[in-house]
């Protein structure tokens, strides 16, 4: 099992950026893919951004060429740098592992501001 804990979040204007970081309690290295998603108010979840342990990496439409996901093994750590930002990507966002149900962090909330 693995836990998982999203930080970085916060309040921005549009344009700004920032960069969430998702901990990981045991090592992920051995963790194929790893996933950022969000939920904005009255909306389902969806993929922003995922990572395979080989470094590849598939973007939701929205945030293409704005968004980078990232991995760093030796600190268990899944990063999502965030540019560009925009008043439509306030939502929460959560770190994820697709193992059995699904993985998930308590979510970090990010709000852009116009």
């Known amino acids: 099992q693995v836990q998982l804990v999203e930080s970085g979040g916060g309040l921005v204007q549009a344009g700004g950026s920032l960069r969430l970081s998702c901990a990981a309690s045991?090592?992920?290295?051995?963790?194929?893919?790893m996933g950022w998603y969000r939920q904005a108010p009255g909306k389902g979840r969806e993929l922003v951004a995922r990572?395979?342990?080989?470094?590849?990496?598939v973007y939701g439409d929205s945030v293409k060429g704005r968004f980078t996901i990232s991995r760093d093994n030796a600190k268990n750590t899944v990063y999502l740098q965030m540019n560009s930002l925009k008043p439509e990507d306030t939502a929460v966002y959560y770190c994820?592992?697709?193992w059995g149900v699904g993985i998930w962090g308590q979510g970090t909330q990010v709000t852009v501001s116009s």
């Open positions: 990572i395979t342990s080989g470094g590849n990496t």
């Open positions: 045991r090592s992920i290295s051995s963790i194929t893919v």
């Open positions: 994820n592992v697709p």
